[in-house]
């Protein structure tokens, strides 16, 4: 059996999280028993609820445990199967973790997936036609649900979940206005994902700033949001929001250090009426095959074009993880195993 690198979460952060946090180990990999499959990982997912697992804190999900391997999403090949349904050859995504090769029972309902990789490159079904995919669709379709002509706002707009949001949203008709960092993710929010403004939060860091930037791009008020980040972006929307506006809850990476972050004004949400609701889309899974169908027919007819920025190797992942924290990735942050 092949020798296996791993990365395991060490220790728990003490505030902004570093690479002393993490592991890397080799060991061997186990024998397979009935029902069993070997999963040669091509790439590994790296997303920033990864950051709020590693604290020891209530959360929606259990945190990770240390010495263990650390939790991700994985595609790749079926490369020994001790189970009918899976034959070498096989390309499959499932949550493998930050390691080489895993041994899953794939028995176990929602273990393992087969995918198609005839339309689709292999490394998309962690990013636009996976969880992040799925994640956008979620938000948008069950709790903003935007007629056309309404504006949706997305933070983080040039990342695997904004990406996608923006094409689903632009289907519906909407006016999509995106916020991202720096000049260049805003040319590929507007140029090549669709978007009909994005706002550079490194030009407007301020609560009066960015609401007049918001202001500025949605003349019409902001219908629905699509809520990544928090902090001051949060409260600059709530101050531009009509009545009855929605706000999808995500992510807060802003606060992923620990620190809370105070909403400046929430008596908006009653004043306008709004409904804000956080979800988190392992919980939906009956919608996955609907939303997944419309991603992958959105990226097959180049409608979708998501970027990615890959890491090479095992060992890479926790810099690269901990500058997706940062915003130093362009579109989806991989790391490519093979």
């Given at each position: ?22 592991k ?27 950051r709020g ?11 990770q445990?240390l010495?263990?391997v ?39 309902p ?17 990013g ?24 949706v ?29 720096g ?62 506006a ?28 709004m ?32 970027r ?6 095992i ?12 915003g ?11």
């Amino acid at each position: 059996m092949p020798r296996n690198q791993q990365i395991l979460l060490d220790n728990r952060p003490v505030g902004e999280a570093t690479a002393s946090n993490f592991k890397l180990v080799t060991t061997d990999t186990p024998p397979l028993t009935a029902g069993q499959v070997l999963v040669r990982h091509h790439y590994l997912s790296l997303d920033p609820y990864m950051r709020g697992r590693m604290n020891e804190s209530k959360s929606y999900a259990a945190s990770q445990p240390l010495g263990e391997v650390m939790i991700g999403g994985t595609v790749g090949e079926v490369v020994e199967s001790q189970n009918p349904k899976y034959a070498v050859g096989d390309k499959v995504v499932g949550m493998g973790g930050w390691q080489e090769y895993s041994v899953v029972n794939a028995e176990q309902p929602g273990a393992l997936r087969k995918v198609d990789t005839t339309h689709v490159p292999l490394s998309h079904y962690l990013g636009a036609v996976g969880m992040p995919g799925v994640t956008a669709w979620y938000g948008l379709v069950k709790i903003i649900a935007p007629k056309a002509g309404e504006t949706v706002v997305v933070s983080a707009a040039t990342g695997a979940v904004g990406s996608a949001l923006a094409a689903l949203a632009k289907a519906r008709g909407c006016r999509v206005v995106g916020i991202a960092g720096g000049p260049d993710k805003c040319k590929y929010a507007v140029e090549e994902l669709g978007f009909d403004v994005c706002i550079d939060h490194r030009e407007h860091g301020d609560l009066k700033s960015m609401s007049k930037a918001l202001k500025e791009a949605c003349p019409n008020g902001i219908d629905g949001y699509f809520e990544n980040v928090g902090g001051y972006i949060l409260d600059a929307v709530l101050l531009r929001a009509n009545a009855f506006a929605r706000v999808a809850v995500c992510g807060m990476i802003a606060g992923y250090d620990g620190q809370p972050l105070p909403l400046q004004n929430p008596a908006l949400i009653l004043v306008n009426r709004m409904k804000v609701e956080g979800f988190i889309v392992s919980e939906h899974m009956e919608v996955w095959p609907e939303a997944l169908k419309e991603l992958g027919m959105l990226v097959g007819t180049g409608k979708l074009r998501p970027r990615e920025s890959i890491a090479q190797g095992i060992a890479a992942a926790p810099e690269a993880f901990l500058g997706l924290l940062k915003g130093k990735n362009f579109g989806k942050q991989l790391v490519k195993l093979i």
